[in-house]
């Protein structure tokens, strides 16, 4: 492609990639039109812009096409996937409405303006004649034309999209910075002296996880059966497995002020048809652990809430 | 610096018949391909020398065909799809990831002007005159498949094994540009064929080291190698971004991953080592070591050595930390970078002004050198609060000891400790410790001891 010097009209081999890339990067632009999935939206953006890549290589300024492969294809629409990720991946239009008839005016006035800017394209360069780059690549290439006219002709306008840049980067920083006393933050080193110079240097107790629970709520049990409220974490309400096999003897339980809801749980209460391990996985058996202890039944959390988390693996909605 | 009749340029591609652009594409398949199964094998080799162990050495001779059999075997297993995946997205991911690898190969130079059947053409599939930069695209754009993989597999681990690699990717591929514009900037072009050319005399991993070192470091970021490996951190993410492929998909992970480092090992040996060039002792003895198909031998040689280099950082460090590693990146790596490239246009400006190289060296590097080490002699101490609590801080006594003082000894059991009974097993007597054996065997009951 390099040494194309089809300079008046298209040779063969570019009308043959026109022809294939065209509608690639077609279909890619409806596709994000038209995906429900914000990342399968995002992906048909990047074949869009990666065939505008190609054509760029095509019309002989490899330079530009590289730098529309490298910058938009790897840099900026990774960042959008990344953000898109983190937003999570069930997060799919909703096929509601919100505002009244608001698809069919957008449909008409999408192609309304697709035919408005089609059409004035289209008339404008009816009459352009076929140019080409090689007269411009010829002295020195294409790099170092793009190179002069950047840095000559254009140097305000760069030197301004640099400035902007640097402007959104610097707001970036204010807008997410966290400000820090001197030596509050404390080293990796003063960290550890601390653990170890502290009551307890060794780690946290897991949490007790059963072969019938699968929830880091379940609390570890300390030799005598009561249950080691270390082991789990602050931010969980701890739920008793109660299966009569595993000795748990809660008359053993050490009242802890804003957990007593918890050590109430009788291991009777549990047997016949509430015992978690007869009940296939999912939130119904969060809730069936859940079930002896009553008195905590209006505390519990809503177990569709827990499903709509980032990526949830271990809980799944059926 | 006149270039040899053999060194091909610009002019030179573009011209070959359609059967011999086939050839050299099927050639570069291959090359990659046997290169990767034999990398998997080398790479235990060595790294099993360097602990002392004999590696692979059951399949084929010598254990050379162990990672051709693990190829088969994992073709051959079954796959299993997760049930939340997004499957075109999962199915596409290992595409992306692998079809990148071998793109970048392309424009890697494997030797000068040979007569291939009567055609005299490079030995090289194709060049441009921003050769390096497409490399630099294929890379970014592997970054998808091992996004997408991370995303679509539905997961916990692999998402952020995913997002992990995107970030540090991101980051070290900035650094990666960094340490190339040097050496477009000393070439004056883009084209790898042109840059072998212009390494004639001397190599760029050279004339250019604190360059060559920032990519060195740089793509073992980018190919997610150790001790940079943080997307796949075992310990960490179970198997990070691949954790929920099996069976061909995950082979062309693997497969992506290896050959990714093939390919930076090849442009290392390009843009630093010379290229396909016979190092100094030999082609000065050798008048024909540079021409013909033996260049070929010597670029293998350096990318061997570049590949060995990988494998033994990854026989040597532990994995960072993840913000470690951030930290590096753009606090060291990028400013470093910029700060080299400065000095390189400076130089590069000042000797087109016409002042040769020792007047530079003289009276710019020397003074400012100067400068530098003295200013750094000067800079007041600030040792971190972590080092002087050092010293003014006594360690307490361990508690716990044996002895009634209790200072200093190591901490053991009490000598009258009494352990519980099992609430299972209620039909034992209790434990105690043998030492201790005031409590008569016939008193407590089982179980009454609480």
């Not at chain 2, 018949?17 to 094998?41: C, D, G, R, Y």
């Not at chain 2, 972590?386 to 010293?391: G, L, R, S, T, Y």
Request: proline content about 7%; charged content about 15%; some cysteine.
């Amino acid at each position: 492609m390099t040494t194309l010097a089809a300079a008046a009209e298209l040779s063969r081999s570019e009308t043959v990639v026109f022809w294939i890339l065209g509608p690639i990067a077609l279909a890619g632009a409806f596709g994000t039109v038209l995906a429900r999935n914000a990342i399968h939206s995002a992906l048909f953006l990047v074949m869009t812009m990666a065939s505008l890549g190609a054509f760029y290589f095509v019309l002989e300024a490899p330079f530009l096409g590289v730098v529309q492969i490298i910058v938009y294809t790897g840099a900026i629409m990774i960042l959008f996937l990344f953000v898109l990720m983190l937003v999570g991946r069930d997060a799919s239009d909703s096929i509601v409405e919100t505002l009244r008839g608001q698809r069919w005016a957008a449909t008409l006035f999408g192609i309304g303006f697709a035919a408005l800017a089609g059409g004035g394209i289209y008339r404008a360069l009816d009459e352009v004649a076929l140019v080409g780059l090689t007269g411009v690549n010829a002295n020195g290439g294409n790099v170092l034309r793009i190179a002069e006219l950047t840095f000559t002709k254009y140097l305000f306008a760069f030197e301004l999209t640099s400035a902007l840049l640097i402007t959104a980067a610097v707001g970036a920083m204010v807008l997410t910075h966290v400000e820090r006393e001197p030596g509050e933050r404390r080293g990796q080193r003063q960290l550890s002296k601390d653990r170890v110079r502290s009551a307890r240097p060794s780690p946290l107790p897991g949490p007790g996880v059963y072969a019938t629970h699968h929830s880091i709520a379940t609390p570890a049990l300390l030799p005598d059966g009561t249950v080691a409220q270390e082991s789990v974490s602050r931010l969980v309400e701890p739920v008793l497995p109660a299966e009569p096999g595993l000795g748990i003897r809660p008359e053993l339980e050490p009242a802890v002020p804003g957990r007593d809801r918890v050590v109430s749980t009788t291991t009777t209460a549990a047997d016949g048809p509430d015992l978690p391990g007869s009940q296939s996985g999912g939130p119904a058996s969060v809730t069936g652990t859940r079930e002896p202890r009553g008195a905590s039944q209006q505390r519990q959390t809503d177990p569709t809430a827990r499903t709509g988390s980032v990526g949830g693996g271990a809980e799944r909605s059926e | 610096m006149t270039p040899l009749a053999t060194d091909p340029t610009l002019e030179n591609f573009g011209t070959d018949p359609f059967w011999l652009v086939l050839l050299k594409a099927v050639f570069i398949f291959v090359f990659l391909v046997v290169m990767v199964l034999f990398t998997i094998v080398y790479e235990r080799k060595v790294v099993a020398y360097m602990q002392a162990r004999v590696g692979p050495n059951r399949t084929g001779p010598g254990g050379w065909l162990q990672s051709l059999a693990d190829g088969i075997k994992l073709a051959l297993k079954e796959e299993v799809i997760p049930a939340l995946a997004d499957k075109p997205v999962y199915f596409l991911a290992p595409v992306l990831a692998t079809v990148p690898a071998f793109l970048a190969f392309s424009v890697i130079p494997f030797g000068p002007m040979v007569s291939i059947f009567g055609t005299q053409t490079p030995l090289q599939l194709t060049d441009l005159p921003v050769g390096v930069l497409v490399v630099f695209a294929c890379s970014s754009l592997g970054v998808y498949g091992i996004v997408l993989a991370g995303w679509a597999s539905g997961s916990t681990y692999p998402l952020l094994g995913g997002l992990r690699s995107a970030a540090q990717m991101i980051s070290y591929e900035i650094a990666m540009g960094l340490s190339l514009v040097a050496v477009f900037l000393y070439a004056n072009t883009m084209s790898t064929s042109a840059i072998v050319t212009a390494q004639q005399d001397t190599w760029y991993g050279l004339l250019l080291l604190p360059s060559f070192l920032i990519y060195a470091v740089a793509v073992v970021g980018e190919t997610n190698r150790a001790p940079f490996d943080l997307p796949e951190a075992e310990s960490e993410l179970v198997g990070g971004f691949h954790t929920e492929y099996s069976s061909l998909k995950f082979a062309l992970f693997f497969l992506a991953e290896y050959a990714n480092m093939v390919t930076v090992s090849a442009l290392a040996t390009t843009l630093f080592l010379g290229g396909w060039r016979a190092p100094f002792p030999i082609s000065t003895v050798w008048e024909g070591a540079n021409s013909g198909w033996w260049p070929m031998l010597w670029f293998f040689g350096k990318v061997l050595l570049c590949l060995f280099v990988f494998v033994w950082l990854r026989g040597t460090l532990p994995r960072l930390r993840y913000d470690q590693f951030m930290h590096f990146g753009w606090k060291f790596l990028v400013p470093a970078g910029l700060v080299w490239i400065l000095f390189i246009g400076a130089f590069s400006v000042l000797r087109e002004e016409g002042y040769d190289t020792r007047q530079i060296l003289l009276y710019g590097v020397l003074p400012l050198m100067v400068l530098i080490i003295v200013v750094t002699y000067l800079w007041p101490e600030n040792g971190s609060a972590d080092d002087e609590d050092d010293e003014d801080e006594e360690l307490p006594p361990a508690r716990g000891a044996r002895g009634t003082d209790g200072g200093g000894m190591f901490p053991v059991p009490p000598m009258d400790l009494v352990v519980p009974p099992s609430p299972r097993l209620r039909a034992q007597r209790p434990i105690t410790v043998p030492a201790t054996t005031e409590t008569d065997d016939t008193d407590p009951p089982a179980g009454e001891t609480r």
